[in-house]
């Protein structure tokens, strides 16, 4: 494993990436005021307790460090919010997510996949992110929300913005530096705020067989969702329903060039390429930590941890526990069972990870069928994302 991270440079602050963790499961961290849970088994019961570990994490963060309301509300942002008020949000677009209509997008998936290959050839050079694992998801995710998947350097420069920072979380930081930092987030957040507002209005003026007619004409307990909720639930479908596709093909793509072994396996047994999907998820988890909030003193990983406290839970470091998975720094596409958290678990688990799946396996092997060996280019280093909790490449040049 040393060798992957010093063959990619990929960040220190990616601690599970680098060998196993020698202290314990659950550790409160002084400096910053957070618990960190970094085991399998306890973060198993985290995510399958939402009434003990919250969603809710804004209650606990001081009110200092926290954006003007008037600049900033959560209210629709599903990814936050606990039961009963979920399951009725959820419930709102599952439907849109069912595995016939995920598998109905395939052939859609497949030509655009060729299109955007098609483009990059013409330009002599594929740079995977920027050429494919980018535009791919995005492009899918707006036509079905109903917004221009012409527009989605808009939605680059909003995500980028949001989600690439090298920041590490604290609740110790000063409110200036705590607003200082965020900065250039909250613009983004505005501005994709009033992007996603516009198409809303002109949703209740004209509506469409798409996602966010569905959400500015749907009833919660008989009343329609204010328009905050449906802007909120719009970013979210949009920025999840490209950013971990994004990340887990760049990540799959760099594993089969690390292991060429497994590229070979995987060229002559294309039955193999979901197993080989599920092992990149595991080894280098596209979200590797979540946050969530005790709403009572319990007991996790033989600790007592208070009432209201946050809690910052890495998927990234479960998902390479050896208590569940044997030989947990070695990449093995054979692992059977591989149950992964990658995708979360419980009542929040990932609702866009069948079309992730299938995105990143009709991607994959259309890039197996067109090229005879995915390698990177030593002329051109790998990038991995500075953000702390987050495992991706944002440039992969292949050659």
């Known amino acids: 494993m040393t060798s992957i991270v010093e063959r990619y440079h990929i960040p220190e602050q990616h601690f599970w990436l680098r060998g196993g963790r020698s202290g314990p499961p659950v550790e409160y961290d002084a400096g910053t005021g957070i618990w960190n849970v ?30 003007d309301s008037e600049d900033f509300s959560l209210a629709g ?11 009725k949000l959820r419930k709102l677009v599952s ?32 740079e995977l992110v920027a050429d494919l694992a980018y535009p791919l998801p995005v492009t899918v995710i707006a036509e079905l929300l109903g917004v221009p998947g012409g527009d989605r350097v808009l939605f680059k420069q909003w995500a980028d913005a949001m989600f690439e920072r090298d920041t590490k979380i604290s609740l110790s930081r000063t409110a200036a530096e705590q607003q200082a930092d965020a900065r250039d987030a909250l613009k983004a957040w505005k501005e994709m705020a009033g992007y996603l507002a516009a198409h809303a209005a002109e949703r209740r003026r004209q509506p469409r067989a798409d996602l966010l007619t569905r959400l500015v004409e749907a009833e919660v307990d ?14 979210v479908l949009l920025l999840a329903g490209h950013v971990t596709t994004t990340m887990l093909l760049g990540n799959t793509v760099l594993c089969l060039d690390a292991f060429p072994e497994v590229q070979d396996r995987v060229r002559a047994d294309r039955a193999s390429v979901p197993a080989v999907i599920e092992e990149s998820l595991r080894f280098l988890t596209p979200f590797a930590a979540l946050s969530r909030s005790t709403t009572r003193e319990v007991e996790l990983g033989g600790v007592t941890v208070p009432a209201d406290r946050l809690l910052m839970i890495w998927l990234g470091a479960a998902n390479r526990d050896p208590r569940q998975f044997p030989d947990p720094d070695v990449f093995d596409p054979g692992r059977d069972p591989n149950p992964h958290l ?12 069948p079309l992730a799946r299938l995105e990143g396996r009709v991607a994959l092997n259309i890039l197996l069928d067109r090229s005879d060996r995915l390698r990177t280019d030593p002329d051109d ?10 495992t991706g490449v944002r440039r992969l040049p292949l050659r």
Do not use: W
Not at 48 to 63: E, L, N, Y
Not at 99 to 121: N, Q, Y
Not at 342 to 353: E, K, M
């Open 222 to 235: 008989g009343e329609r969702l204010p328009d905050d909720q449906v802007v909120n639930f719009a970013i």
């Open 38 to 67: 970094y085991g399998y088994p306890e973060l198993h019961e985290v995510l399958g307790d939402p009434a003990t570990f919250s969603s809710d994490v804004m209650r606990v963060i001081p009110k200092d460090l926290m954006p």
């Open 77 to 87: 942002f599903i990814t936050q919010i606990d039961p009963p008020e979920h399951g």
């Open 381 to 390: 280093p790998v990038e991995f994302m500075p953000t702390p909790t987050m």
């Open 342 to 353: 990658a995708f979360g678990r419980g009542i929040h688990f990932c609702l866009g990870a």
């Open 95 to 126: 439907s849109a997510f069912t595995r016939k209509v995920v598998a109905d997008l395939e052939p859609r998936i497949a030509r655009l996949t060729h299109e955007l290959l098609d483009a990059a050839r013409e330009r002599g050079r594929l």
